[in-house]
């Protein structure tokens, strides 16, 4: 049997000896080992015309204004802890 048998069989075996509440723990792991090492791409979603008819009146500066302020408060925080 080949390594990677074996190691499939050993998770397998432990994931049977794991209690029954421990299994969302475990997906959330599982979760970021398919992030850590590319599986699972991430979907790229289109985002343009999604505020399409809706009645908003903001301009350029005002997005830049507000994202000042969310930088900076963001920066306020991290450095108070």
């Not at 421990?22 to 599986?39: C, I, P």
């Not at 009146?57 to 408060?73: C, S």
């Amino acid at each position: 049997m080949n390594t990677l048998q074996t190691v499939r069989q050993q998770v397998h075996q432990m994931l049977e000896e794991l209690p029954p509440e421990s299994l969302e723990e475990l997906t959330h792991f599982l979760d970021f080992l398919r992030f850590k090492y590319g599986a699972g791409k991430p979907r790229v979603v289109a985002l343009g015309g999604l505020w399409e008819g809706l009645d908003l009146d903001i301009g350029d500066e005002e997005v830049r204004a507000l994202r000042q302020q969310v930088t900076t408060r963001t920066l306020e925080r991290v450095q108070t802890g």
